[in-house]
């Protein structure tokens, strides 16, 4: 292992981010409160409570996933789709790396990113409701794992993009629904039965899921099946990105 | 002697179908200067990057230093140093950790004080501190060339290093070369200013239409095809040669006030004595002579003309 290079792939993304530190770290938090302030407060007066929770306390671990989930697929997808629009992918591509070493380089920064993001905004929510976490090493590799998993996912994405337009698309178009339909800011019980079933086939349900389970012991679908889905979710991405990188495509001609 | 970059019958043909490259093989040794001249789209770029590991090769194959290009990716790259064509720099980044950042890449250990060198050789310490953005085109091109030289390469590949810079960078960068040379690092620039090549290159190849046409020792390619130009400016203007001039191949130039004979310097006999004689015979008075020596450049325009004569017939 080049471990150096790996270091150095690091650290200048991590650089990247502290350059725009008021944008990734102040954006975040106002977006978070102004969700505690429509979803908590104007909603939360007329819900009492999701299954013996306080609605203000319920959609904490939803807002940490949508915020986790977008922050690791831009800060990834970006974090590869510049070096290509402006050619210094060249270096890359000459240095004596392979491609485990590329990924964990940026894929290992956009997730350190999007995870000190989703504890700045645990944090923030402790402004605004009284928060208990049951299973708190559950908590911590639920939130590790999705944004390792989703920045491996922004890592093919920016890879993929031909341009900026493309590079907002699938979190746009796919994710941001996903997200939004996957329980973030309520549970799929109180769904009609119909619209239950179909949530079955989110992927993002589960994560949330089990994430909401981390903190307060209830969950839509068993633990244990959130987990599975998660890790088959990244087995799919690194799989996707060895053969990208195998096959050269979209960045070697 | 082994050659330090050995590529054998190397094919690339893109995918849009374009054959960028028809089998090159070349060997270029440990500490010499090579200069590849060939007009736009010739394929210089692409045999690089097919080195360097931008590009993958269709077929063939490249050692550097006895490593495999592919199968050794590592040891072979690790030797190499980049400059590439265009300027691709990060435009946020400071000069200093742009070039720890490519150092790092590399694997290589930080070591500053040989950054520092490298920073100073190129006239770029007192920017070390600037974003690569602030920087002039020239400035640019040099923090290409810090970065490709901050990993201590013992390969360096120079692709058209002095397109459009000024006349002080570019002796800049003709001194950096010999610098390199000496302590031998084995360079390998593209060119199209034939300039460029006489005056550090130790020897040519000329590259056309994904072909390497030839490769010879500078010295050796400018004897062999060096041929001069005698041009006779004559006292009358004439339109049309006597017969008795038929053999020398004489060209009339500038409207009939002079005329051109070009001939090898190679050769056992020039001729110019018996066309001088001749000339005097036929009536002809003579003003002024001048000869001149013809430049790389013609050679490789005539190379290349010849090759697209091939290929046309």
């Known amino acids: ?253 | 002697m082994t050659a330090i970059v050995d590529i054998r019958d190397l094919k690339k043909t893109y995918d849009g179908g374009f054959q960028a490259l028809k089998g090159v093989s070349l060997q270029i040794e440990q500490g010499e200067i090579l200069a590849l001249l060939g007009p736009n789209g010739a394929g210089k770029t692409t045999l690089i990057s097919a080195i360097c590991g931008i590009v993958t090769p269709s077929s063939g194959s490249v050692s550097v230093g006895g490593h495999d290009i592919v199968t050794e990716f590592r040891a072979a790259r690790a030797m190499i140093g980049l400059v590439p064509q265009e300027i691709h720099l990060e435009p946020f980044e400071t000069v200093w950790r742009t070039v720890r950042y490519s150092r790092g890449l590399f694997g290589c250990k930080r070591d500053d004080t040989h950054l520092e060198q490298v920073l100073r050789d190129l006239s770029l310490w007192d920017k070390r501190h600037a974003r690569t953005m602030e920087l002039s085109g020239g400035m640019k091109r040099r923090v290409l060339i810090a970065k490709a030289l901050s990993h201590e390469p013992r390969v360096l590949f120079l692709d058209e290093p002095t397109a459009g810079v000024d006349v002080e960078l570019r002796r800049d960068m003709w001194k950096l070369v010999e610098g390199l040379r000496a302590a031998g690092v084995t360079i390998i620039l593209t060119t199209h200013y034939i300039e460029e090549a006489e005056a550090i290159a130790d020897r040519v190849g000329v590259i056309a239409k994904g072909e390497l046409l030839l490769v010879e020792e500078k010295d050796a390619l400018m004897a062999r095809m060096g041929r001069k130009t005698l041009e006779i400016e004559l006292q009358d203007p004439v339109t049309v040669l006597p017969d008795s001039l038929a053999g020398y191949g004489l060209e009339i130039v500038r409207e009939g006030a002079a005329l051109r004979y070009a001939y090898d310097t190679q050769a056992e006999r020039t001729g110019i004595t018996k066309l001088l004689a001749d000339l005097a015979a036929a009536g002809l008075q003579m003003r002024d002579l001048q000869t001149s020596q013809s430049s790389l450049e013609e050679i490789f325009v005539g190379l290349v003309a010849e090759r697209n004569a091939e290929d046309a017939a």
């Open chain 1, 1 to 253: 292992m080049n471990l150096t290079a790996m270091a150095a792939i690091y650290r200048v993304e991590m650089m990247r981010f502290f350059r725009t530190l008021a944008q990734s770290f102040i954006s975040p938090v106002i977006s978070t409160s102004l969700y505690f302030v429509v979803f908590g407060t104007a909603i939360g007066t007329r819900i009492d409570q999701v299954e013996g929770v306080s609605y203000g306390a319920f959609i904490v671990p939803g807002l940490i996933m949508l915020t986790v989930m977008t922050q690791s697929l831009s800060n990834a997808s970006f974090g590869i789709y510049f070096p290509k629009f402006i050619g210094t992918i060249f270096e890359l591509l000459s240095a004596p790396v392979n491609f485990l070493e590329i990924v964990i380089g940026f894929v290992g920064a956009a997730a350190t990113k999007a995870l000190f993001i989703g504890l700045v905004i645990l944090a923030t929510s402790a402004f605004f409701v009284d928060i208990r976490i049951q299973h708190p090493f559950a908590m911590i590799a639920f939130l590790v794992l999705t944004c390792v998993s989703f920045s491996l996912f922004g890592f093919i994405i920016g890879i993929w993009a031909k341009n900026f337009e493309q590079l907002q698309l699938i979190p746009l178009l796919v994710v941001t629904p996903l997200v939004f339909l996957g329980g973030s800011f309520y549970s799929i019980t109180m769904l009609p039965p119909v619209w239950q079933t179909i949530s079955l086939f989110n992927p993002v349900m589960y994560l949330i899921s089990g994430f909401r389970w981390a903190f307060f012991g209830l969950a839509d679908v068993p633990v244990g099946i959130s987990l599975l889905a998660i890790a088959g979710f990244t087995a799919i991405c690194l799989g996707l990105v060895w053969w990208i990188f195998r096959t050269g495509w979209r960045i070697r001609s």
